[in-house]
């Protein structure tokens, strides 16, 4: 989705996760005011990069803040895989694919949406409307100088989406089909919102700080000379040093996508970050820094530069019970 610049300047803020009132603090440190029940700033506007369910103590008040921001005018939002996911989770499969909903109602999946489910189990026409709405939120946000999507900047697979979907966001159909590997669905969703990624060797498997099990790590999507898995390995839990040295194949870096340093600043959320928020490159930063795990909460304020700088990160820092 391509937007116009309409605002003297933009916020844009990395997964909330249900800590609705770290995200008030964050929206009033950069002078936001909540005016007739809605967070407002007098020129400027916030865009948030999905992930504003599951995990946090306040999912259903954190939805309706940012769901009012954007009903508003004084926010936009694109769709995390957390969205992506609770769609799936009720959303039937297609008739004849095996299965009962688009996303298995396994012991798995539910770890990741029980929070929210019964964050709004007293509420379930709310809930029903907020589904509805997550079908509104699009996938990308191309602002012309920046970007935004949840996970990772695929040009190719945006153009094909775009040209299927002119407003940036998925329908029905889409979803259903998203199960099978073989889709151009499942390609989008899993490139866009979730990132890309390569397979650990010799089936070997690892077991992540949120408790999952995996074949498989998230990679970068910018490194440009990589020589070892270490050198492209991006995500919370590191990887072992022998498979860290690892050497790649010559294979595997043909089919690593880069996003070039000469492309408009592209801003992501998804990937647990720590420590002080910074630029990964100049055209390249990560908002998300795990605020639901008591990390911090992160926004980056863009005035029209065509580079990110380290002045520009404002945050707050999660306490315990916040």
Request: glycine letters at 8%.
């Amino acid at each position: 989705m391509h937007a116009p610049a309409e605002h003297s300047g933009y916020d844009i803020i990395g997964d909330i996760h249900g800590c609705a009132r770290t995200l008030a603090r964050l929206l009033e440190q950069m002078g936001y005011r909540l005016q007739q029940g809605v967070w407002r700033h007098p020129s400027r506007q916030a865009l948030f990069l999905g992930d504003i369910i599951d995990r946090g103590p306040r999912i259903r008040e954190a939805l309706h803040l940012v769901h009012d921001m954007v009903q508003a005018g004084t926010a936009r939002c694109i769709m995390g895989n957390h969205e992506f996911n609770a769609l799936g989770w009720t959303t039937p499969a297609a008739p004849g694919s095996g299965r009962r909903y688009v996303r298995e109602h396994t012991d798995r999946q539910l770890r990741q949406i029980q929070d929210t489910l019964e964050q709004f189990a007293a509420y379930p026409d709310e809930w029903r409307y907020f589904l509805d709405w997550f079908f509104c939120l699009p996938l990308f946000l191309d602002m012309g100088a920046f970007r935004m999507v949840h996970a990772c900047w695929d040009q190719g697979l945006i153009d094909t989406f775009q040209a299927q979907y002119p407003d940036g966001c998925l329908d029905r159909e889409f979803l259903q089909a998203s199960v099978d590997p073989g889709t151009f669905a499942c390609q989008v969703q899993d490139r866009l919102l979730r990132g890309t990624g390569m397979p650990l060797p010799h089936g070997l498997t690892m077991t992540g700080k949120d408790g999952f099990t995996r074949q498989f790590f998230r990679t970068k999507f910018w490194e440009e000379d990589p020589q070892t898995y270490g050198d492209v390995q991006f995500q919370p839990d590191p990887l072992p040093e022998h498979i860290a040295a690892r050497p790649l194949t010559p294979d595997q870096k043909a089919e690593l996508l880069v996003y070039g340093k000469d492309e408009p600043i592209l801003f992501v959320g998804h990937y647990w970050q720590q420590g002080k928020p910074h630029p990964i490159r100049p055209n390249l930063a990560c908002l998300d820094y795990s605020a639901v795990k008591f990390g911090k909460l992160v926004a980056y304020r863009w005035d029209g530069e065509e580079r990110l700088e380290r002045d520009k990160f404002v945050w707050v820092d999660v306490p315990r019970l916040a």
